[in-house]
């Protein structure tokens, strides 16, 4: 049997990572700015992720959630403690996808409605209900119903009151859209938003797998703009690389039993990553850390030639360049062995650990320096 050949792979295979340096088999060694699309939270086998992980295995690895698993109430009482929202509710599952899935299910149950309002350049997921509010037709297969969805324009104010109305389950949005090149939502818009949804019953969901988990400086990235969604919905660098999802719910959506399910979704292992993730977002300073070194590169880039715009919050962070990215990207792999993104054509995208430091920080302007005066 042969793997089913959808991804475009670089001719490297890591087999060694530690904070943000990853090594090859054959011993080159590589500075990691990308996290595996942002999953890095923390940086490579972190001691204290290690340990609470070995440890965990030693005991159970899993069970399913017909049993009480006291790692998910751990989560859930720490989570709600970190991010600022101790009220809401905690549903766990693996993937961001999934979070997104259940975030709309949930939205048609609470209201008895359908329709849902996305927005241009949006990504939330390969799945049906999550492709079906992600704006890029070349991956929604004749399957994939999208009849219920209308997309607007992202940012723009201008039209909301009608593609919102009392027919609308739903809003989903990112914060700071990633697949879409780093485009922050301003103020206003998540503004606008929370009130037209209050205005109509529909319900506000930030999707939040990417910008959320202290990446942007704040927990989440929509609270620069001060709103509180009926949900988020998180993934990625919430287990630092261990499959585990979630959706924050507000305290007026009502929970059954039978209502949503999983059988993988908050097992023990994920629950202990989870967990040791946040212990150390909260003993190391990490929100604290992403605005410093983010603001640092931001200000820094914003004076190289041949960059157009930078973009983002913290350590999120689009390089939008006055070139084609392509090139840029594999020379800074091949040449300068840095492993960075990209979103778009001319888009540049930096995901990095959040305890990164200066010194990283210097190497890669030093390196994209260098590869824009070639």
């Known amino acids: 049997m042969k793997l089913f050949d959808v991804y475009p792979l670089y001719p490297i295979e890591l087999v060694k990572a530690q904070g943000s340096t990853v090594w090859a088999k054959d011993g080159q060694e590589y500075l990691d700015l990308y996290g595996g699309h942002a999953v890095i939270s923390i940086g490579h086998s972190h001691p204290h992720y290690v340990a609470k992980m070995t440890e965990q295995l030693h005991n159970i690895g899993f069970y399913s959630n017909s049993i009480i698993i006291s790692g998910q109430e751990e989560l859930a009482e ?79 104010l201008e039209g909301l009151e009608q593609v919102i109305t009392e027919e609308t389950a739903a809003v989903i949005v990112e914060g700071i859209q990633g697949v879409g090149g780093i485009q922050v939502a301003s103020t206003p818009f998540l503004q606008a938003l929370r009130t037209r949804c209050d205005e109509t019953g529909a319900q506000l969901i930030l999707d939040s797998v990417q910008c959320g988990y202290g990446r942007s400086g704040k927990f989440f990235s929509h609270q620069f703009a001060d709103i509180h969604p009926d949900m988020m919905t998180t993934a990625k660098g919430m287990g630092n690389g261990f499959p585990i999802g979630g959706v924050l719910i507000a305290p007026h959506i009502q929970a059954s039993y039978g209502l949503l399910g999983t059988t993988f979704g908050g097992n023990h292992l994920a629950c202990t990553a989870a967990n040791a993730v946040l212990d150390i977002i909260q003993e190391e300073k990490l929100m604290e850390n992403a605005t410093k070194q983010g603001d640092y590169l931001m200000r820094e880039l914003a004076g190289i030639s041949g960059i157009k715009e930078v973009r983002g919050r913290g350590l999120m962070i689009g390089i939008e360049l006055e070139s084609p990215v392509g090139p840029v990207r594999d020379a800074l792999l091949n040449t300068h062995h840095i492993f960075c993104g990209y979103a778009g054509k001319h888009t540049l995208r930096l995901l990095p650990s959040l305890g990164m430091d200066q010194a990283i920080a210097d190497r890669f302007l030093e390196s994209l320096t260098k590869t824009l005066k070639a």
Do not use: C
């Open 78 to 156: 720490k989570l709600g403690r970190v991010s600022g929202y101790p009220s809401y509710q905690l549903f766990l599952t693996n993937s961001g996808a999934e979070s997104n899935e259940n975030a709309l299910k949930l939205a048609s149950f609470h209201t008895g409605r359908k329709k849902v309002v996305a927005f241009t350049k949006a990504f939330h997921g390969r799945t049906a209900g999550a492709v079906a509010v992600t704006d890029n037709p070349s991956i929604v297969a004749p399957i994939n119903d999208t009849s219920h969805v209308s997309f607007h324009p992202f940012n723009q």
